[in-house]
């Protein structure tokens, strides 16, 4: 079984909903059987890179709260973060653009690494001082060699503009397709969409729900035509 996690690096719940997924993902019976695949969404595509600054003021602006409401959303987000395990600073961070982690995940993707470097970023934005959006392409070549990535092709990688992006472009109009407006959003086996940091429970009843109804292979074919299997293949008879 397949499950797709479109998501964003600035999405707080998306950092939230991946653990309270991997916590149900754990107690899954077949959960050796899971493929997890993480998918490109950009919360703000038109965002200029060189764009980057204090998450607090950005949230008062887009919601129309004050700086004090909008810390109080922040300690709320953080208090359920930190009930999942994960650490997460309420004060100091800060926001901008994520084109070019998504572009980075598609490559690590290549590598058998994207789900460590999804964690990573994760991680370096919410519970770091250290920012991933004002330090430059090499604190994300940093990061992407933490997940096990070579360093120079990372920086080769980040170096041009065109790479990965069609991928990550593809991600985004699919999500637009699946009627994904907001992440994170889960879809399992193509068949069920889970959408924003649900509990661990709504997961686990997702995960066996889509599991129960995988549809069987209809095989069609004729007994008699030769194959090859575990001991051997058939020798044709004359």
């Known amino acids: 079984m397949r499950v797709e996690i479109w998501s964003d690096i600035a999405c707080p719940w998306c950092y939230v909903g991946k653990a309270r997924f991997e916590k149900a993902l754990e107690a899954f019976p077949h959960r050796d059987q899971v493929e997890v695949v993480h998918r490109s969404f950009e919360l703000d595509p038109s965002r200029s890179k060189a764009d980057a600054g204090p998450v607090l003021p950005m949230l008062a602006a887009k919601y129309g709260l004050s700086e004090d409401q909008a810390q109080a959303a922040e300690d709320n987000v953080g208090a359920q973060a930190n009930a999942e395990g994960l650490e997460y600073r309420t004060r100091g961070r800060d926001h901008g653009n994520t084109f070019d982690m998504h572009r980075l995940l598609h490559f690590a993707k290549e590598h058998g690494r994207q789900d460590e470097l999804v964690q990573i970023l994760y991680r370096a934005n919410f519970a770091e001082e250290r920012s991933v959006f004002t330090e430059g392409d090499e604190r994300l070549v940093e990061l992407a060699v933490e997940a096990g990535l070579d360093a120079g092709l990372a920086r080769?990688?980040?170096?041009?503009?065109?790479?990965?992006?069609?991928?990550?472009?593809?991600?985004?109009?699919?999500?637009?397709?699946?009627?994904?407006?907001?992440?994170?959003?889960?879809?399992?086996?193509?068949?069920?969409?889970?959408?924003?940091?649900?509990?661990?429970?709504?997961?686990?009843?997702?995960?066996?729900?889509?599991?129960g109804e995988r549809s069987p292979l209809t095989l069609i074919q004729d007994d008699s035509a030769e194959a090859c299997g575990p001991d051997g293949c058939a020798v044709p008879q004359a």
């Not at 068949?191 to 889509?210: I, M, R």
């Open 156 to 211: 080769k990688v980040l170096a041009d503009p065109a790479a990965y992006a069609d991928e990550v472009r593809a991600d985004e109009r699919e999500a637009a397709e699946l009627g994904a407006n907001g992440v994170p959003f889960f879809v399992l086996d193509r068949k069920y969409g889970v959408s924003g940091a649900q509990p661990a429970e709504l997961f686990t009843q997702a995960l066996t729900q889509a599991w």
